[in-house]
């Protein structure tokens, strides 16, 4: 292994256990020290990769936001997938539906709380939800050019989609007993199937 790669395995090694940290105790409570420690590196090596917590904080952001996306567009079938598939497959990774999906609204619900105060937390939140209604538009976007979705206002149809996720996301990790996974999808998907022109039954994955 070359000395950029050690570097590169250990940077993911840190970030990877930032976001294990932050997700336990809540941001307000990390200590550089906690995440080297949790990342079996020293501080001086943590603090070669990242100088403040700060700057770990988005960077650890951005590499969740990023292992969520990569886990969708490297399934085995998904360029030969249906539009409707591929599209629930995008909600499934939006909702808090596995523990590593916990982990990631966990890490979001800190950064809506430090976005309220820190100008540089609320423009990357920002800059995430601009990836997000790409990545749900680009999946609308590709049912419509297939003729599976009815044409629409993606943009619009984007941000309902994140609203709708967010809401009910929130509701799920609080484990409010009136909004379970299942009725979660299906009424999302029930909301937004008329206006695609699909079938209102969450599709099988």
């Known amino acids: 292994m070359t000395k950029a790669e050690r570097a590169l395995e250990t940077r993911e090694r840190i970030l990877t256990a930032a976001c294990e940290v932050i997700a336990d105790i809540g941001f307000e409570n990390v200590s550089m020290r906690k995440v080297a420690e949790h990342a079996g590196v020293s501080k001086a090596l943590l603090h ?6 700060e700057k770990l904080f988005a960077e650890a952001m951005t590499h969740s936001f990023a292992q969520t996306g990569t886990g969708i567009d490297t399934e ?9 598939v591929a599209l629930a497959r995008v909600l499934r990774s939006m909702l808090p539906t596995d523990a590593e999906l916990r982990q990631d609204w966990k890490l979001w619900q800190e950064l809506w709380v430090r976005a309220q105060r820190d100008p540089a937390a609320r423009h990357l939140a920002v800059d995430l939800y601009d990836q997000l209604h790409a990545w749900v538009g680009g999946a609308l976007e590709r049912g419509i050019e ?7 206002d993606v943009p619009a149809l984007s941000t309902l989609v994140l609203a709708l996720c967010d809401g009910f996301g929130i509701r799920l990790m609080l484990d409010d007993p009136r909004v379970d996974l299942p009725t979660a999808r299906a009424t999302i998907w029930r909301t937004i199937a008329p206006t695609l022109g699909i079938a209102e039954t969450f599709p099988e994955l």
Not at 76 to 83: N, Y
């Open 48 to 53: 070669y990769h990242f100088d403040t917590r």
């Open 76 to 84: 085995a079938d998904a360029g030969t997938a249906s539009a409707s």
């Open 146 to 152: 297939s003729g599976e979705f009815a044409d629409c």
